[in-house]
């Protein structure tokens, strides 16, 4: 199922991020049934996990369950870098200006600063997870 997929993916990404101290990720693996889901009025969010890279980078990756003609935030711009990796569903993803349907085992980038939203234009439940990294909140070493 694309949900193993992306968090093979996932699970890939933090191979390598083996380091010290409390707010650092240990490699580890994340089992969907395990997550905490976190319900809002249209979307369910599910926490995989939250801390720093080995090098130092802030990294914030979570799955949302989007209902049909739904968005969980009007558009906005910040800092962080955002990967959206789509696993079932449509969505319709403006970045910049410009807007693009994705659908299942299709991808995202919104780059620091670049206006983005994400909405379930369909008429069927969406879900996707999505990756933030924060090069700001890199922490020294």
Do not use: W
Request: net charge negative.
């Amino acid at each position: 199922m694309k949900v193993n997929l992306v968090l093979g993916f996932v699970g890939l990404l933090l191979v390598s991020q083996a380091g010290s101290g409390p707010s650092t990720l240990k490699s580890a693996t994340y089992r969907f049934d395990d997550l905490v889901a976190q319900k809002e009025a249209n979307a369910t969010f599910r926490p995989v996990l939250d801390g720093l890279t080995h090098s130092g980078y802030h990294i914030d990756v979570h799955e949302v369950f989007l209902l049909p003609g739904s968005t969980p935030h009007h558009g906005h711009r910040h800092q962080q870098e955002v990967l959206f990796l789509v696993s079932e569903g449509e969505l319709q993803v403006s970045i910049a200006g410009k807007t693009a349907k994705l659908g299942p085992g299709s991808a995202a980038f919104v780059a620091s600063g670049d206006e983005h939203d994400i909405q379930n234009s369909s008429n069927r439940p969406a879900q996707y997870f999505e990756v933030i990294l924060d090069a700001g909140a890199k922490s020294p070493h």
